[in-house]
Every structure is written in C-alpha cells, then in structure tokens.
C-alpha cells in the first residue's frame, strides 16, 4: 500500500489510538496491497475505535450532546438507508403485503425515519448557530469544517449522477445493484464495471460520514456553546433516542418475523449490501442501529446535565 494512503488511513482512527499505535500500524498497512476489501475493513475498524472513544471526548455538557447528536444521527440515517436499499424491489417488500406483522415492523422503522428528520430539524439552529458564531469572529477553521458535509454530499450526489450518463446507462452505481441472485437488465454495464464502481460508492459513502462526524467533532471543539439553552439539547437529543429505539425495535422485530415467514428469501443475495445476503445486510443495519441508540441515550444524558454546568 501507498505510505500516503496508509497514512490517511490511519488518521481515521482517534488522536489516543494513533499515538499508541500509528507508527506500527503504517508499517503494517504498507506491507499490504491497497485493495478495496482493505480500505473498506480498516475504515470499519475505525468507526469502531471512535465509537469507543466516545466517552472521553473532553468536551463540555452542551459539546458532548450535540457531538453524540450528530454521530448518532449520521448512523441511524445510514443504518435505514441500507435497510430501506436491501428490501426495496426485492420479494421481501412484496412479502409485506401478505403479512401484517411484516408491514406494521416496517412502518414502525418509518416512523421512526419521519422522527429522526424531526430531529435533526429541531438540532439544526445549533448548527446554524456554530455558523453564525464562526462567521462573526472570523474562524475559517471553524467554518472550513462546516462546510465539509455539505460538500461530501454534494460530491456524493455529483459522482452517483453522472456516472449514468458517463456510461450510457441507466444503472446508478449504488452499492445495492452490483449483483446477487437474479439477472442483470441487458443496458446494463458488467459485472466487473458495476463491482469497481459500486465499491467506489460504497467507499464515498463511508468516507463521507466519516468526514461529516469527524469535521463536526472538531468544529464543536472550537465554539463555545453556551448560549443555547438546555432545551436546546434535551429536546432533539430526547427524541432523537425515541427515533432510533422506534428503528431499532423495528428492524429487529422485522427480521424476527421476515424469518419466520419468508426465510428463503432472507438468505439469498437480492437486495444485501456489495452482493451479501439480504441477511448480512439486516444483521448490519441492526448492529448499527443499536449503537446509534446507545450514543442517543448517551446525548440525552449530557443534554439533561447541562443545567449543573
């Protein structure tokens, strides 16, 4: 692997990981070829590490709330994104029409979705507050970090739009349709052209969110936040964790039932994430969604000790 890439690889993982084990672990990532299995394997391992790193960041009642808001946000929104692409136009949504219990799991997630929007509508004035503070004093550092979600997915959107007119399909190089059990339409690309470009995506997309939580980590770091009042925090935070507990609830309880009732095709490759099975791909949305509830209730508690600041 590329010392560069190797490099940037490691910066993903937290500041206290790095100092134990950067050096060795450069050493090690550049022994190894620069493949898209790898990339992929050791970004997950840093989301891990920062998930553990949660409690120490050193930050205030207010910082650490909104900090956990964010990153607990960021996951559940990719935790149902993946949900939502792993059923959608595949036999498991049309098993919900025959199954009550099916569909009532299922609308219990959206509802959980509509919830997680309101959520973040109502955090957003902390955000536009950040910019607000960052723009009066003049802090490009701040605003710098700011303007990386935006610009993540912009480029996001750009790179899965032109795609299609770039090779004259209409396939969108989404993670999703890259293959599985069933035949590709005929306008579209091969398997080997949709396998590159889907890996492509897929890797944005985590890049992407790694950026986001890392760029408004550090953008908290540098604000003061103590104008905000404490309902500010305890209200989005508090119903950001009955969101993700309404999602969490319901994609367990649908893979409880969509195994009872369908399991053949929850265990065939139509509809999972990179061509895995439509039960790996549940089996990481709920893995995710539990530890987006764990940092909600974790913001929630800080929002609720502010008034002790």
């Not at 209409?170 to 590159?196: C, E, K, M, Q, Y």
């Not at 399991?263 to 039960?279: A, E, M, Q, V, Y």
Request: charged share 15%.
């Amino acid at each position: 692997m590329n010392p560069r890439v190797a490099r940037c690889l490691t910066a993903l993982y937290p500041r206290a990981w790095r100092q134990r084990y950067q050096c060795e672990f450069e050493t090690f990532l550049e022994a190894h070829p620069s493949n898209v299995k790898t990339i992929v394997n050791v970004a997950a391992w840093a989301i891990y590490e920062r998930i553990l790193s949660l409690g120490d960041i050193p930050m205030d009642a207010r910082q650490n709330s909104f900090t956990l808001m964010t990153f607990a946000g960021l996951a559940a929104f990719a935790a149902g994104v993946n949900f939502y692409w792993t059923v959608d136009d595949t036999p498991l949504a049309r098993a919900m029409h025959d199954h009550g219990a099916l569909f009532a799991s299922w609308t219990l997630v959206q509802v959980g979705a509509l919830a997680l929007v309101t959520a973040g509508i109502l955090s957003s004035p902390l955000f536009f507050n950040m910019a607000r503070k960052a723009f009066a004093d003049r802090r490009r550092d701040v605003i710098l970090r700011l303007a990386i979600p935006l610009c993540a997915a912009a480029a996001l959107l750009a790179w899965l739009v032109s795609v299609p007119v770039l090779i004259h399909s209409h396939w969108v190089p989404t993670p999703w349709d890259v293959a599985g059990d069933w035949t590709a339409p005929a306008d579209w690309p091969s398997l080997s052209t949709r396998w590159i470009l889907g890996s492509v995506s897929f890797t944005a997309m985590i890049a992407g969110l790694l950026a986001t939580a890392i760029s408004i980590r550090q953008a908290v770091l540098r604000t003061e936040l103590s104008e905000p009042q404490r309902s500010s925090f305890s209200i989005p935070s508090l119903l950001l964790v009955g969101s993700v507990a309404a999602m969490t609830i319901g994609v367990l309880s649908w893979g409880w039932f969509v195994q009872q009732y369908a399991p053949t095709d929850f265990h065939i490759r139509n509809g999972g994430l990179l061509s895995s099975t439509n039960f790996a791909s549940w089996a990481a949305t709920s893995i995710v969604l539990v530890a987006a509830a764990m940092m909600a209730i974790k913001s929630f508690r800080s929002a609720l000790s502010v008034r002790t600041q």
